[in-house]
Nanobody, 126 residues
Framework: QVHLVESGGGLVQTGDSLRLSCVAS????????IAWFRQAPGKEREFVTV????????YYSDSVKGRFTISRENAKNTVYLQMNSLLPEDTAVYYC???????????????????WGQGTQVTVSS
């Protein structure tokens, strides 16, 4: 069982940066793939990025590649999402999710993740 709590969201302007945090508790953090998804108003939840396991590979959606960076600090059971050059279309609720069983072909699928945080709102004004 894993409990996830996101923080760091807020209201920023186009071009600004934000760093989101996802703190995990309840299980061996390093063995879990941790992903970030986001959901904009009126849209489906979409994949943003994932770090497979501690020391594992990382993947990004095309819409954030080059602007967002996922990182993990195992000593603090925390995964970060550094978001640079933010755009209005990045406005969404951002969720972190965890899975100990996700396979490579399912990394971008919501259904592959068993544990979810409550989300944190990111709003980018133009």
């Amino acid at each position: 069982q894993v409990h996830l709590v996101e923080s760091g969201g807020g209201l920023v302007q186009t071009g600004d940066s934000l760093r989101l945090s996802c703190v995990a508790s309840g299980s061996t953090f390093r063995n879990y793939a941790i992903a970030w998804f986001r959901q904009a108003p009126g849209k489906e939840r979409e994949f943003v990025t994932v770090n497979r396991k501690s020391g594992g590979s990382t993947y990004y959606s095309d819409s954030v590649k080059g602007r967002f960076t996922i990182s993990r600090e195992n000593a603090k059971n925390t995964v970060y999402l550094q978001m640079n050059s933010l755009l209005p279309e990045d406005t969404a609720v951002y969720y972190c999710a965890a899975s100990s069983t996700v396979i490579l072909s399912s990394l971008r699928s919501q259904s592959a993740y068993q544990y979810w945080g409550q989300g944190t709102q990111v709003t980018v004004s133009s």
